[in-house]
């Protein structure tokens, strides 16, 4: 008898064309803190050369026939208030920015080359004043310096526990390569979005079995990690030999990840971004036990990401408690939300196998993920207006 | 069904009470709704796992139709995958299109078994120069520089097998090569990226669907206009790395469909692309492209492919033909 053919069915119904388009509302003329700005190949016209203080919108469209940008300058010329980048020909895009009472210069600079072009433009006081404060600057730097520590520390702690870590593999303790192996991950997830920010050293380091293109040789943790959690058949154990290849190879790689780190330097909105990002880390691999699929200790990278992000976010908070006090406090209290139910999972030597968590308790984790995830993408936005 | 008639010889009511009708009924009283239904052959056809004929026709298995290669970022799902046989259904209403895969699955049962089916909605791609844009679920216009049934020279360079193309299958030759791959889309971290990176990572603007470089929607990319940290357009954009000018030129007709199939065990939305695209050769086509992408296309941070499958289409039937008569004749 001939075996059933097995059919793939695919259904596709194109939706009719939409009746009515929507047309764009047309510009609020009343709103004298939207400033429409032109900006030409020779010239940088505004519909305002002056507004009331508070949050002011720039609607900059480039009529020119190159790459345009549009700056908020204080009164010197200088200081950088506020900057929108990339305006192709023919596109708009907006800037917003808090302004109190002052006076400032207006720029466009069409093709990103020189000073632009520059008019005065000047905010005149009301009841809407945002508040200064002087400390402003000085928060920003504490932010950055305190980052650069954190960032330095944890890197100095990834090399040094990775060195034991492959030291112990190579010699066969097997037992105590796999109680430091989560130990020393902690660290490198930490920082995982400025590891990772280095395009050639991630993809050697951190990659799992199903990221791998191919013909690409599979390195790093998770190599190793699936010689000492081997699948219970199928698996070929690597030789001391092959070990040791994969053990060196991890430590060089951590090695010149560090060299790289000890040298960076940040911005506010790098820390921001990088907060966000180890929490979308969480979301897409460790909340779904996608990232340890051999040991199971999704939880300890799940804690290491949460905390940078938090150690990020904390070094900002001043500067957020000071601009959007309200998100300040949502975030404050969706960490420690998080906290909390993570806080449920640990065990004296750190925290209960990925693989034992009920789907309830997987569900929780992921909601409070997403209740965090979803303010802190407004964080960025926050800290450079 | 594409005349609206039933799919049976009865039809859905007018037959005994004694009987289950030979029609399934749910499309009575709609319209043919643009019906058009689509065969296609897969290499499992041919020749099963091992490589023995099947069927006696392994002699006629295009070079071409062979498993598609595993791509970096693919988590197939064998049971979204493959498959012997395709059946695409088409209209402008889902209760046409599901009426037809119904009934047509009903009168296979015995000879066919149904291996797995998606649903879509809302065509991503124009296909036809009368047609706008329509958006996919990332919320950006999608398939703006698609091969269009007008441009009927790169339609013919890119979409239909042509005769001599492959010298074992020429029952093919007027026919073309399905793609099928279905993308889920990261749509919670997606929607949490600010609309700057978004457009980015797509290179036009989420708006008028413009390229980064200017001007409006169907303006050319200028690639090489620089931006103040690189190009305008990214070097890692998605209009970029999937342009012809940076893949020898190759098109696809793409005709891919938002999906929405309810939420994931966690509460996400299970949703995203389904990609269908036809092609003259996906070894020089679809291939490539898709491993550029993987590579370094922005995109794949908030895409997963979750089903992937390749068939062959054989050519249009006149009257009084089968489907495919040309291979089993």
């Known amino acids: 008898m001939r075996k059933p053919a097995l059919v793939a069915l695919l259904l596709a119904t194109p939706l009719l064309a939409a009746c009515t388009e929507n047309v764009k509302a047309a510009d609020d003329s009343g709103d004298s803190r939207t400033v429409s700005v032109t900006s030409t190949d020779d010239g940088c016209e505004l519909s305002s050369a ?36 990339n305006i192709g020909p023919q596109l708009s895009r ?15 600079k069409p093709g990103m080359e020189g000073d632009g072009i520059r008019a005065d433009f000047t905010v005149t006081g009301s009841d809407q004043e945002p508040s200064v404060s002087a400390g402003d600057q000085q928060q920003v730097d504490q932010a950055l310096e305190s980052y650069e520590d954190y960032v330095q520390d944890q890197s ?42 280095f395009g050639d050293l991630d993809p050697k380091t951190d990659a799992r079995e199903a990221d791998l293109e191919p013909g690409q040789k599979w390195t790093g943790w998770h190599r190793i990690e699936k010689d000492l959690w081997p699948p219970a058949t199928g698996y070929t154990p690597l030789s001391t030999k092959q070990r040791a290849f994969y053990a060196d190879d991890l430590l060089g790689n951590i090695e010149t990840l560090d060299g790289r780190v000890q040298k960076l330097t940040y911005t506010v909105d790098q820390i921001a971004n990088g907060s966000r990002g180890l929490l979308e880390e969480v979301a897409s691999g460790k909340v779904t036990g996608e990232e340890e699929i051999w040991s199971h200790t999704d939880l300890w990278d799940f804690q290491a990401n949460v905390d940078g992000a938090r150690v990020g976010y904390e070094g900002l908070e001043p500067i957020v408690e000071h601009k959007d006090p309200e998100l300040a406090q949502t975030l404050e209290e969706r960490f420690a939300a998080l906290q909390k139910l993570l806080d449920a999972q640990k065990t004296d030597d750190g925290f209960v196998s990925y693989d034992r968590l009920s789907h309830a308790e997987v569900r929780q984790l992921a909601n409070a993920v997403n209740a965090l995830a979803e303010p802190l993408s407004e964080l960025t936005a926050v800290v450079v207006s | 069904m594409t005349r609206g008639l039933p799919a049976g010889r009865i039809g859905p009511t007018e037959g005994a009470v004694d009987l289950p009708p030979d029609d399934t009924g749910e499309a009575i009283g709609l319209s043919a709704s643009g019906l058009t239904i689509t065969f296609g052959f897969g290499p499992a056809l041919f020749r099963d796992a091992r490589g023995r004929d099947r069927f006696g026709i392994a002699d006629r298995q295009p070079e071409a139709l062979r498993t598609l290669p ?3 970022a693919d988590v197939l799902d064998p049971e979204r995958s493959y498959g012997d046989l395709c059946v695409q259904a088409c209209a402008d209403d889902p209760q046409v299109a599901v009426h037809a895969i119904r009934n047509l699955a009903r009168i296979g049962f015995g000879t066919v078994a149904v291996r797995w089916s998606q649903l879509g909605f809302g065509r991503t791609s124009t296909t036809s120069t009368s047609q706008s844009t329509p958006r996919n679920l990332f919320g950006f216009k999608d398939g703006t520089a698609n091969v269009k049934a007008e441009e009927t020279s790169d339609v013919a360079q890119h979409v239909w097998v042509a005769d001599g193309d492959d010298a074992k299958a020429a029952w093919l030759a007027g026919g073309s090569y399905l793609v099928a791959r279905r993308f889920n889309m990261n749509i919670e971290i997606w929607d949490r990226q600010s609309l700057g990176d978004q457009e980015d990572f797509i290179g036009r603007t989420k708006a008028s669907g413009a390229p980064l470089s200017g ?69 020089t086509q679809f291939i490539p492209v898709q491993n550029r992408m993987a590579k370094v296309d922005a995109l794949m941070e908030y895409v997963k492919v979750t089903g992937s499958a390749l068939f062959a289409v054989p050519p249009g039937i006149g009257a009084g033909e089968y489907v495919g008569q040309a291979l089993f004749a």
Not at chain 1, 94 to 108: F, K
Not at chain 1, 164 to 171: G, H
Not at chain 2, 242 to 255: E, I, K, S, T, Y
Request: charged residues 25%; glycine residues 10%.
């Open chain 1, 50 to 85: 002056q507004a009331p203080s508070g949050t002011l919108t720039f609607d900059v469209t480039n009529d020119g026939s190159k790459v345009t940008e549009f700056y908020l300058l204080g009164e010197d010329g200088q200081r950088i208030v506020g900057e929108v980048e």
């Open chain 2, 70 to 72: 595993h791509f970096p």
């Open chain 2, 215 to 283: 001007g409006t929607e169907f303006t050319e990319p200028d690639f090489s206009m620089p931006g103040s940290d690189g190009p305008v357009i990214p070097r890692d954009a998605h209009v970029r790395v999937v342009h012809p000018d940076f893949n020898d030129g190759v098109r696809m007709l793409r005709r891919g469909y938002n999906f929405v199939d309810g939420s994931d065990p966690l509460g996400g939305l299970n949703a995203g692309l389904f990609f269908i695209a036809f092609m003259r050769n996906p070894d």
């Open chain 1, 94 to 108: 907006q800037l917003v920015v808090s302004a109190p009472e002052g006076d400032y210069v207006a720029a466009c």
């Open chain 1, 156 to 197: 100095d702690q990834l090399v040094a526990k990775t060195r034991q870590f492959v030291e112990l593999y190579t010699n066969g303790e097997d037992d105590a390569a796999r109680a430091l192996y989560p130990e020393a991950r902690v660290h490198w997830e930490r920082i995982e979005t400025v590891a990772e920010s």
